[in-house]
């Protein structure tokens, strides 16, 4: 019997919390009398229901020590820094984008992303990300009309 | 008129100067993010969904198909050149496919393994050709209730047989469904789950989903996990001409592969790993050289490879016939048929007929395509594994903000789409599979409709569900599917 793992314990927690997240969502739900044999409530009640049964399932497992997480490469500790690399470039993208508009705001992110993977040449990294990014929005927004909106370096175009 | 004629008439469609053009994109642009690790077929065509507000559904459906082919044979590449088995379904050709270019004979496994899916691709294309008019008359007796049990059918082998673990395959299920419901309820009106948020009375955009899972939730995957760039690509050292002992070992496993695969992924099940594992130890049961297995067999490369492709054309056969997709690609696909207003079931072979019979054609036409861009332009394709995982993560994730980004500027897309992405993560950490959140998240709205539309026949009396012998057969079976492992361990147990 393996630890049990603080991690699963808390996914089948947050399944539970979903479960009951639709539940109370699903009483929010006006109903018009003109639907009373099965109207919009019934679909919501039964996933509800069972996101929290699973859930239950799940951390009774988790606790039990049954079901911790992948199991092959445990050996393999979590990577905080490149998940940290990867949750500032997607921000920074989220944030930005509005502003700096696409280019600048992907150029940034793949940069990131690329730091993430381990590379460790930035200036190469942000070269390659601008050249991509430019062609990219010239590609979607010029050939195939996808509107990406404004931004700093786009207007240029 | 009768299916060889409507073949022919599909060649007529798919023959067009323009339809091969994008039979050819499909197939090359499906061969490249095939062999790419981390970058799959329901990823591709869900970044691709925009384009059913430009372009012809014809066009389109023929580009979609033409990536679903072409993601099979680029997977194999990888799978032997990298042992990166990019999907559950090529594992198994990873398995001897490796040990046979260790060995030197990299050529030869990619030579059968090419030739193979054409074999299985067109034995499979055939079979849906054939198998597509029976299933329609059949399915034109289904009322909602065989619908609504059908549906419960597919739910429940999809997540709770396929996988690692039931209960986690049925939480990723309803987790899917719940998405599906968000926004406006169609037959009400009455907005569900929308948390006051404008944006999400239009529902969850399915590209956000596929997106989020598929490619931010696998880049924070491999990122903390680091299993990126640890494998090394083997050259091809040897003639990619099969020797004459090849040949009479492969083209049995071929068949075998085929006639294994169809059936299996033409069933609401689904599923492309059950054919390939029973391929291989049924290769391995019948092969002279029993010994061989495990040190890169090539009945093993041969036999599975047929079972994955002739597979994936069974697939087409529930989505085309049925309107019932059993994989996340599948599932795209019929959102792209919704986008059109088409909605895909046993009228659809009739009302869109050009458009189904075109599409069958052009599967013919991709499997011959795909055959020559595999085997004499196999070095370029191993070019493509060349390509540092630093910049190519980069660049998914600049795709998958282009994808997002794109459907209306808004950075709540973008938010949503980095929550599921997180979601994603956790759920390839904690071992739950992705692509019944797909199925659940088309399939689950339709599902409600069905059960809805019964209801209303019956005036609310659920016992009708049970009652028809044939919605009762379909729920047995589904009951059967999850209960199984259950009964058989209680079983074992109560007889020590």
């Known amino acids: 019997m393996q630890a049990r793992s603080t991690g699963a314990i808390a996914v089948a927690l947050g399944i539970v919390a979903v479960g009951l997240v639709v ?91 690329a730091r993430a993977f381990g590379s460790l040449k930035p200036a190469r990294d942000l070269a390659i990300a601008f050249v991509f990014s430019a062609v990219c929005y ?13 931004g700093v370096l786009e207007r240029l175009f | 008129m009768d299916t060889l004629g409507q073949l022919a008439q599909g060649f007529g469609v798919a023959l067009t100067p323009m339809n091969i053009l994008w039979s050819f994109v499909g197939v090359v642009l499906g061969t490249a993010i095939g062999v790419l690790p981390g970058l799959g077929p329901a990823l591709t065509i869900a970044l691709l969904l925009p384009l059913t507000y430009k372009v ?51 050529g030869a496994a990619l030579a059968t393994a090419a030739i193979g899916s054409f074999v299985a691709g067109t034995i499979g294309t055939l079979g849906l050709t054939f198998v597509a008019p029976i299933v329609v008359d059949f399915a034109l007796k289904f009322g909602p209730a065989e619908y609504f049990s059908l549906m419960i059918l597919a739910f429940v082998t ?27 309820d169609l037959q009400t009106g009455q907005a569900r789950f929308t948390f006051g948020i404008l944006e999400l009375l239009d529902g969850v955009n399915v590209i956000i989903v596929a997106v989020g899972l598929f490619a931010v939730g696998e880049t924070l995957y491999l990122a ?98 049925l309107g019932l997709p059993t994989s996340a690609t599948a599932a795209i696909m019929l959102s792209a048929f919704q986008s059109y207003g088409i909605n895909p079931g046993p009228q659809l072979l009739m009302t869109q007929s050009n458009l189904v019979w075109g599409l069958i054609a052009s599967l ?43 459907i209306s500027q808004s950075p709540i897309d973008l938010i949503l789409l980095y929550l599921i992405g997180g979601i994603g993560f956790l759920m390839r950490k904690y071992d739950f599979p992705t692509a019944p959140v797909i199925i659940g998240m088309i399939l689950g709205p339709l599902a ?39 009964i058989y361990r209680w079983w074992t147990r109560a007889r020590t």
């Open chain 2, 56 to 106: 012809d559904a014809t066009g389109v459906f023929i580009l979609f198909a033409g990536i679903y082919y072409g993601a099979m044979y680029g997977g194999s590449t990888t799978s032997i050149l990298l042992n990166t088995p990019g999907e559950s379904a090529t594992i198994i050709t990873a398995l001897e496919g490796n040990k046979m270019a260790r060995r030197g004979r990299g």
């Open chain 1, 138 to 150: 010239l590609g979607f927004v010029k050939v195939l009309g996808i509107n990406m909106g404004a």
């Open chain 1, 23 to 113: 539940g109370y969502e699903t009483t929010q739900i006006s109903l018009s009398p003109a639907y009373s044999k099965v109207g919009p409530k019934a679909f919501p009640t039964m996933v509800s229901a069972g996101l929290v049964i699973l859930g239950l399932a799940l951390l009774w497992h988790a606790w039990r020590g049954a079901w911790t997480a992948e199991d092959d490469d445990d050996a393999q500790p979590t990577d905080w820094r490149a998940l940290g690399w990867l949750g500032f470039g997607l921000v920074f993208n989220v944030a930005l984008i509005g502003i700096l508009g696409f280019i600048l705001a992907s150029t940034v992110l793949f940069a990131s992303v």
């Open chain 2, 224 to 321: 903390a996990r680091h299993r990126y760039g640890q494998d090394e690509i083997l050259p091809v050292k040897d003639s990619l001409w099969m020797t004459r002992e090849d040949w009479s070992r492969s083209w049995k496993a071929w068949l075998r592969g085929s006639v294994i695969g169809f059936p299996i992924g033409a069933m609401p099940a689904g599923g492309a790993e059950v054919p390939t594992f029973l391929s291989y130890f049924l290769e391995k049961k019948l092969s002279k050289k029993p010994e061989e297995f495990g040190h890169g067999a090539i009945e093993g490369v041969a036999g599975p490879e047929a079972a994955n492709n002739a597979s994936a054309a069974g697939v087409l056969v529930p989505m085309l016939t």
């Open chain 2, 448 to 486: 409600e409709q069905e059960f809805r539309r019964a209801m209303t026949i019956a005036q609310g009396d659920v016992t009708v569900l049970f009652t028809r012998p044939l919605s009762l057969t379909l729920l047995m079976l589904a009951a059967l599917a999850v209960l199984s492992p259950y």
């Open chain 2, 158 to 184: 999809v997540s709770a047989v396929l996988g690692n673990s039931a209960i986690r395959g049925l939480a990723a299920l309803f987790f899917g469904i719940w998405l599906g419901l968000i926004g406006v």
């Open chain 2, 364 to 406: 013919y036409i991709g499997n011959v395509m795909l055959l020559v861009l595999n085997l004499p332009l196999i070095g370029l394709w191993v070019k493509i594994l060349a390509i540092p995982a630093p910049l190519l993560y980069g660049g998914i994730l600049v795709f998958a903000t282009i994808g997002t980004y794109g």
